[in-house]
C-alpha cells in the first residue's frame, strides 16, 4: 500500500484510536508480536509475579490506588488558561484543520470543538481531511499555503512523515501548529513552528488503569497486559505503568503480549493463545479503547468471557457504551472539547507571537458502574463536557476571559 505506519513514539489515548485504524491500512507492513512475563525482556510465555514487599506494603500500596481512583471518579477540575495581554485582532482569519485522517471521531471531533472555541474570536476553520496518506497530508498543506491560510494546525502527523511540506509552510511565513505530536530531530521549533506534545496525558493513563487494576482486585490481580513496543518511547511508556504495579502491588502477578501497530490483526489469536498459557489471569489490559474489538474477539477465543474484567483507557463513545453493557470494568477518559479548545488556545497565542504552553495533564475521569448509568452516551455529549461533570458555560468562561472576547 502507498501508505506506511510512521514512527511511533509515546501517545495519548486519541493517537492510539488513530493508530488502531491505521493499522488496518498498513497490516502487509508486517512485525512481530510476542508474550512476556513483566520482569524479563524475554520471549518466553512463563509467568512471575513482582512480590517482594510485606503485608504492610502491600496495604499502603492498595490504599494508595484507591486514593488516586477516587481521586478521578468524581467531576474533573479545570485548570485556568493564563491571560494574554495583547491578543491581536484575528476577525476574518482562517485556521487550516489537518488530520491525519477525519474519519476517526475523537479527531473530528478535536476539529470541530476548536472551530467552536475560535468562533468567538472570529476565526473560521477550515477542515483538510489527511485521509491517512501523506500524499493527500502533503496535498493539504500545499493548498492551505495557496489560499492564504492564516495558521495550520496538523492533529497527529509526525513531522517526519512530510518534511518538506512542514518546511515549505514555514518558507511562505505561514505559522503551523503541530498538535498531539512531540518535537521530531528533523524539526527545529521556533515562533512559526510550535508543537502541543500530549504525553503527560499518556502516562496519566497509563498509571491510572494500573491503579484501578489494584484497587478493583485488593491487590490480588493475574494480569495480562496489551503493549505496544513500536518505539523506545512507547517501551517507556509501558515501563511506566509496569513500575506502578511492582511498587504498589506486590501480590499482583503481571504478564504481557507484546506488539506492534501494523499487527494488530494478529492481537486475537495472540491475546488468546496467552491467556491459555495464563490460565489463572483475571484481568486484561487493553491500552486504549480503539482496541477494544480485537482484544474481546481474543478473550473470546480462549474461553475467558466473564473469567476476566476487561480494563482501558480513552474514554470513547464505543468504549463507555461498553462499560455500559458491563463488557468493559472501567474506561477512564478525558474530553475531546478540552483538546480542541487547548488547541484553539495555542492558536491564538501563536497568532499573538507568544509561545504554546506545554499541554500538562487534561481533565480526567475514571468511568465505571458507579457513575456510567448516570450519563447520557450520546455523540452530542461525546463533543461536550457533560460526560466530566462541568457545564458549558464554567468551562468555556476562563478561556475567553483569557482571549478577552467577552
Sequence with gaps: MVFRVRRIRRRSGAALVVLSSLAMLASACGASSSVSSSSSSSSSSSSSGVSTSSNSGSNSGLAYADAQVQKYSGPVSLN?????ANPVDLKGKTV????????????????TTMAAALSHVGVKVHVCDGGALPTTIVSCM????????ALVVTSYIDYAMVPTAFQALEAKNIPVLVAGEPVDAGAVPNSKLQFLDP????????KLVADLVISDSKGQAHVMLIQLTDSSETKNANAAQLDVFKKYCPKCTVNSIQMQTATISQMPSTLSAALV???NTNYVVVQADAFLPPAMGGIQ???FAGKVKVITADGGLAGLKDVAAGTVAFDPGSPIEWQGWQDADAVIRMLSGLKVPAQGDGPT???GPNNIKSLDLTHANYLNMSFY??????????????????
Design 80 to 84: 485556568t488558561p493564563a491571560p494574554i
Design 199 to 206: 504525553y503527560k496525558q499518556t502516562d496519566l493513563f497509563q
Design 301 to 303: 477465543s480462549a474461553g
Design 142 to 149: 500545499t493548498t492551505a499555503a495557496q489560499q492564504g491560510a
Design 365 to 367: 475521569r475514571v468511568f
Design 96 to 111: 487550516w484543520y489537518i488530520p491525519i485522517t477525519n474519519s476517526v471521531d475523537s479527531l473530528a471531533g478535536i476539529g
Design 389 to 406: 461533570g462541568v457545564a458549558e458555560s464554567a468551562f468555556e468562561a476562563p478561556y475567553l476571559r483569557a482571549w478577552k472576547a467577552n
Design 277 to 279: 498459557s495464563h490460565p
